[in-house]
């Protein structure tokens, strides 16, 4: 079948315990005096809501019952943390890959088609994919469409290759990125979409992993991975 690839980045590619999710719990730390935990996190995004961490730290400042900063604000401090200055020198540089060089060049080997869909800023997501050699890789972020679960983006990203595809993988590790899956579904209902969970990192061998596998199944995911396999059986399971 013609086939696309497409990839989430955080929590996929790259891992964002220390990054993005280090900076939601400063930015709420710092605006209402309460730090969340890695599990008020997790619970947030369970609801499928809050792909955006500017959003869900505004939305767990919210819930904190204290007066909001202004948004702008709020994103001045998150960024802040999160880039720093100069762009590239916050808990960003902290990030470690999640998949390797290898994995993409097993998927080029089999003439498999791939790109990218992700939540995060472009200069963010450029940075990541850089790291793997894949500047020029289609990719579709934060400023070029609506807010996951709405599946305008993943649409963008398949409508870039002018081709006729029969079905579309989606590898994404949150509640949003499989209601994505399911969301695209009746609008192109002669595309064939299939949901992959990924388990984020920081719940490798945690206690928490089973239900987190599970929540990403009720939310439409055909598949939930734990980790990568290797980069050959990786491209094995999209050549079919």
Request: glycine share 10%; net charge negative.
């Given at each position: 079948m013609k086939s696309l690839i497409a990839f989430d980045i955080d929590g996929v590619i790259r891992d964002v315990s220390s990054s993005y999710r280090r900076a939601l719990m400063d930015t709420v730390e710092h605006f209402g005096g309460c730090r969340p935990t890695m599990a008020d996190i997790d619970c947030l995004k369970a609801e499928g809501l809050w792909n955006n961490d500017w959003l869900g730290s505004q939305e767990l400042l919210r819930r904190q019952g204290i007066a909001l900063p202004s948004y702008p604000e709020l994103i001045a401090f998150f960024q802040e943390r999160y880039l720093g200055s100069p762009a590239g020198t916050g808990y960003i540089a902290d990030e470690?890959?999640?998949?390797?060089?290898?994995?993409?060049?097993?998927?080029?080997?089999?003439?498999?088609?791939?790109?990218?869909?992700?939540?995060?800023?472009?200069?963010?997501?450029?940075?990541?994919?850089?790291?793997?050699?894949?500047?020029?890789?289609?990719?579709?972020?934060?400023?070029?469409g609506p807010e996951k679960p709405d599946p305008t983006g993943l649409f963008a990203l398949a409508d870039r290759f002018n081709r006729a595809f029969e079905q579309i993988f989606y590898l994404g590790d949150?509640?949003?990125?499989?209601?994505?899956?399911?969301?695209?579904?009746?609008?192109?209902?002669?595309?064939?979409?299939?949901?992959?969970?990924?388990?984020?990192?920081?719940?490798?061998?945690?206690?928490?992993?089973?239900?987190?596998?599970?929540?990403?199944?009720?939310?439409?995911?055909?598949?939930?991975?734990?980790?990568?396999?290797?980069?050959?059986?990786?491209?094995?399971?999209?050549?079919?």
């Open positions: 470690a890959l999640l998949v390797t060089k290898e994995h993409f060049q097993a998927l080029d080997a089999r003439g498999l088609v791939y790109g990218f869909f992700s939540g995060a800023s472009r200069f963010s997501a450029q940075t990541a994919l850089g790291r793997l050699g894949l500047s020029s890789a289609p990719l579709v972020a934060m400023e070029d949150t509640v949003a990125d499989m209601r994505t899956v399911e969301n695209a579904k009746p609008l192109r209902p002669g595309l064939h979409f299939i949901g992959i969970g990924i388990v984020p990192p920081h719940l490798w061998n945690h206690p928490g992993q089973s239900d987190y596998s599970e929540k990403l199944r009720q939310s439409g995911a055909t598949l939930v991975w734990e980790r990568f396999p290797e980069p050959e059986q990786f491209a094995d399971y999209f050549a079919g």
